[in-house]
Structures are given as C-alpha cells and as structure tokens.
C-alpha cells in the first residue's frame, strides 16, 4: 500500500467552455457533455475523497459554471468537511448564482483574467469577455470569499508586469496569482509566440520581489516561472500521485492535468470503481511515485525528493520519453530540447504568427 495521501482533488467538471484561450491547458481531444459524470457520481467520488483523508476541493473544467449541478457539489464538498474552490473564467455566473454558491459553502473563489487591458483579453481568450469579468469581481468582493486572481504572463504581456499587478490590487484580491504559461495543450501549439525571452524573466523578478514587499498584509503575491528558464524542474503537481488527483469531465483518474499524454498507461474510471482503490492500487498511479522507475542523472541526484524528476508529460513532449529526466533540468541529457525551443522562439517574429486557438469541438449544451 502507498504511503502516499491524498491531500486535493481536483475536480475537472467539464470541458465546455465559452473561452478558447491560446494557452489553455485542456487537452487536444476534449470530452463532450454526454460523456461527463453524473450528480451523483460526483457527489460519491467527493465523499470519498474525504474519507481519503483529503481536504481540498478545486472544482475546475472548462467552465465549471457551464453545469447546471455546480451548486450542488460545492454543498457536497462543504457536508464532506472540505475546503471548497471554484476555478471560474466568471461567464456564467450572476449575482443572484453567486449568492447561491455562497449559501451552497463555497469557501475560495479563483477568477481568471486574460490581462488588464481589454482589446488584449478578448484576443488572447478568443472572445469578448474581459468587461463581464470587471463586474463578477466587483460581485465576489460583496461577499465573505476568499478571492484569488489568475493571470498568465507571456512575452506579450510580462513586459507590462507592474500595470497587472496594480490591476490586482483595484480589485482588491486577497492573492494574486502570476503564472507564465506551461506549454501544454494549446499553449505548445503557440509556443513560439508567447515564450518570454530570458531578458524579460529577468526583468520580471525584481518587479515582483518589490510588490511582494509593498503589498505584505493586503495581497499575497505567487509567482510562477516558466520551466524553460528554470535550473532545475518543479515538482509537478507535488510529485507524481504523491498528493493530488485529477478527475476529467468522463471520470478518468489521473495525476496530473496532461498525463493522458503518456502511451501505455491505463487510467481507472472514478465513475465506476472507489477513489481508494485508484489512488492506493492502480498501475497508472503507481508508475512514477517512489524512485524505481528513475533514470540516471535523477537516480543518483540528490534533488530527487525535492522535484522528483520533474515532469513526466513534459519528458514526453521534449525528449519523446516520459521516463526521462526533465529537459528542463540543467542537468538532463535533453536540455538541448529546450534550448532549440528558446532559440526558435526568441528568432520568432511574433507579431506575423497567426494564433491557434483553443475551438471546442462539442457546441455548449446545458
């Protein structure tokens, strides 16, 4: 049995979305709303989660708010004794839905933000959402929540870092959370056009270190580095299977958000069989937790339980074998992987790439 604890599920509710953001993180085939689990599948898998021992719930798609049951597990979460978080792009939602999330027990509330300037927004989101999203924060801030604000920097907009973050602070989030793109699903179709140069990280890093000091005790600022500049990979989602569980909009299990990616692995459906014996048993959990299954350098490294070598998805995309160390990591074989992608990138003429954009294949239905 693995001493591995479950500490937060992550609820991916559904694929349907109203945005169609370049960098979207969902993956390249998408689960369509006749595949999505039931109510009562969801509120089951909840429960059990919690009898896991688990304390967090992050309720999260696509858009959660595109089902109609949304209320319904956040009470769910709440009768289970977890803390309840709703990742939301704000379409969708009213003040009069707002209230009855709130009254359901939702605890947190993450809203996205595309940028601070809205001709930007509605671009990179595919869609002219940005004013919407300037009322549902004024809405959130009438209640007692917990209001975190995401937005993702890129080399078109990392450059006006200090305007995004006073943005933050008019509307008066709790945290904010600044996160460079991670180059899946969509956002590696557009690689080329958002990678920041290592000029502009830089650049990045006192910025943030002097809002983090101005802004102590009013917002907390976290900040996300893009892995291509990074000496050393970050622990993917803590490790993998060592903390945290996805569940897609059909059920399947899974450790991370892109794992699917990986050829070979089988991932158990929630739908149908208990949580424990997903997280404790199944092959597809097992295969990357502990140290087994580690190549050289990361079997000898002595930083393999601190990034666990990193990501697995990403391994695949760059090196072409999940097992791999991370190019990312300075000391990988493979860096040479990544240092090709930053010089295709920065020698990229950024204002004359078309974007791919995120268009989901299923039309929203409710």
């Known amino acids: 049995m693995s001493a ?12 349907r979305c109203p945005l169609h953001c370049v960098y979207c993180s969902n993956p390249l085939e998408m689960h369509s709303v006749e595949n999505e689990l039931s109510t009562a599948q969801w509120m089951r898998i909840i429960q059990e989660a919690a009898e896991l021992g688990c304390w967090h719930l992050h309720l999260t798609g696509g858009e959660p708010l595109s089902r109609k049951d949304t209320e319904q597990l956040i009470r769910a979460g709440r009768e289970a004794g977890l803390y309840v ?21 939702l605890d947190h509330i993450q809203l996205s933000f595309q940028d601070s300037e809205e001709a930007e927004a509605n671009t990179v989101s595919g869609t002219r959402a940005h004013a919407y999203k300037l009322r549902v924060a004024e809405w959130i801030r009438e209640h007692r929540l917990a209001f975190t604000l995401n937005l993702v920097v890129h080399r078109r907009n990392v450059d006006r870092l200090e305007q995004l973050i006073r943005f933050a602070e008019r509307l008066k989030a709790d945290k904010l959370e600044i996160a460079n793109v991670q180059y899946y699903g969509w956002a590696f179709q557009n690689r080329a056009k958002l990678l920041p140069t290592l000029e502009q990280v830089r650049a990045s890093l006192p910025i943030i270190e002097d809002a983090r000091k101005r802004l102590t005790g009013t917002m907390r600022i976290e900040y996300v580095l893009p892995d291509y500049y990074a000496k050393y990979p970050k622990p993917c989602m803590g490790g993998w299977g060592r903390g945290l569980m996805l569940i897609d909009p059909a059920g399947r299990a899974m450790p991370c958000h892109a794992a699917a990616v990986i050829p070979g692995l089988e991932f158990p459906n929630a739908g149908e069989l208990s949580l424990r014996s997903i997280w404790e048993g199944s092959a597809a959990f097992q295969r990357f937790r502990g140290e087994a299954w580690m190549q050289e350098p990361c079997r000898s490294c002595e930083r393999r339980e601190i990034d666990f070598g990193g990501c697995r998805c990403q391994a695949l995309m760059l090196a072409g074998d999940a097992v791999a160390t991370d190019p990312v990591c300075s000391l990988s074989p493979s860096r040479k992987f990544v240092e090709e992608a930053i010089e295709m990138a920065v020698a990229h003429d950024t204002k004359s790439q078309v974007w791919v954009y995120r ?4 039309a929203l239905k409710t």
Request: no cysteine.
């Open 4 to 15: 591995a604890v479950l500490k937060a599920l992550i609820a991916e509710i559904t694929h």
């Open 359 to 362: 268009i989901d294949p299923v």
């Open 85 to 105: 978080n709703l990742i939301t792009s704000g379409l969708g939602l009213t003040q009069e839905r707002l209230q009855q999330l709130v009254d359901a027990g």
